[in-house]
């Protein structure tokens, strides 16, 4: 039975059908059998294409270039702005007033008849006066201090109003300032120049395609109706087409270019409020009045009447009991304040100067310029498989039911299950497991599939 698992194994590849065979591009190179020896078994054997890995540089990013606006510069001068005229201004300069004390009479110095000179003496009676005057008594050569005895008759006085002068007549003056009228003047604070602006390129993300590894047809086991060349095999061979293998790059394109417009940039200006003279500085005289303040005055207007006699001299009659006696009474006098001007109001004249601003001025001294950098185009490294030789259909020597050995199917099953390739017993039994095995471990190896070839037993060190 271990032979005949084999023998089924090592002619697999000729049950494949003629017409699945031609619908690739295998070349099939078994028209002329191989120069066999004696003891050697050989088996159309399927060798695998060839293929070589090679890299290939794809555009991602075509070249491009940045442009960076340099803007203009300016030279910046400063420009006195006059912002209100020169004018004369009036200042009224007040009177200088002095301060005098003047004594006035209110009450003049007289002689008075008395009752007495001491403190306890009263005034006569007009009746005692006139009474003493009737008698003989002479009251206008009477001395002062001297007596009589009298019946008296007081004196009868009036109080009159008597203007006084307390402020003399001055002059006012009123100063009416200068008069303007706001307006609005525009001065220039740079100039016009022309500036760049940069319109940045637009680019797109597109996505390609590369073909990485081509199409290929490859043989795998499979199921179904066969030709049965004995009892022992029911195995068959399948052509089956793989499609080639492509990766999908991004790629940036340019969708627009970059473009530079130049553009009119106006001239800045500022409006600055001045104020403009209308009419100057005037002054307004006008006179003030002199001030009076009235006082009252004491008048005597009735004298008193008595009947007197000398009280040094000695006369008939009853002395009434009265006595009189011209007592002097000295003027009375008020301290009255008045302001006197010292210095009358004048009108002083001052220059008031022109007032001006400070603004800033931009002259341009260096247009707006563009400064243009190349960003260098950008690859991307894709590896693609490239066939170097198509599949071909051999003899080549394996493995038959002349020259195979136990031990040495022990030896195949030890290197495929120490290579990772078969779990199953080392019995050195050759089944569906153990061929399966081998089949995988050929396509990994880039053996010739088919059967158990001397260049495989020679690749795991068994011949």
Partial sequence: MLNKSYASAAILSLLIPVSQAADTDRV???????DAKPGECY???????????????VLVKPETSTVEIIPATFDVQEKEVLVKEAYTKLVAVPAVYRTETEEVEVSPARNEWVTRLDRRGIPASPALLAAAKTNG??????????????????????TTEKEVLVKEEAEQITVAEAQYEQTEETV???????????????YEVIEEQVMVEPAKAVWKKGTGPITRIDNSTGDIMCLVQIPAKYKTIKKTVLKSAAAIQEVEVPAESIVVPVSR??????????????????VEVTNKVADAAFIWRNAEVAGEGTATGNTICLKEIPAVFTSVKKQVIDTPATVREEKVPAEY???????VSAEAEEKRTIIPAVFDTVE????KSSERLE?????CETNMTRDTNKKIQQVLKDAGYYNGPIDGSIGRGTLASVEKYQKDNDLPTGGLTIQMLEKMGIM
């Fill in 43 to 57: 088996s159309k054997v399927i060798v695998p294409a060839v293929f070589e890995t090679v890299t290939e540089e």
């Fill in 277 to 294: 003279l209308v009419s100057d500085s005037t002054a307004d005289r006008t006179t003030l009045p002199a001030e009076f303040s009235k």
């Fill in 384 to 387: 693609r498989e490239e066939k």
């Fill in 395 to 399: 003899w080549r020597r394996v493995l």
């Fill in 188 to 202: 220039m604070v740079k100039a016009s120049t022309k500036d760049k602006v940069l319109t940045e390129a637009e």
């Fill in 137 to 158: 008594v002479d009251l206008d050569v009477a001395q002062p201090n001297q007596c009589f005895s009298e019946f008296y008759i007081p004196a009868k006085f009036e």
């Fill in 357 to 363: 601003k400070t603004v800033q001025v931009k002259n």
């Fill in 28 to 34: 099939d190179a078994t028209d002329t059998l191989p």
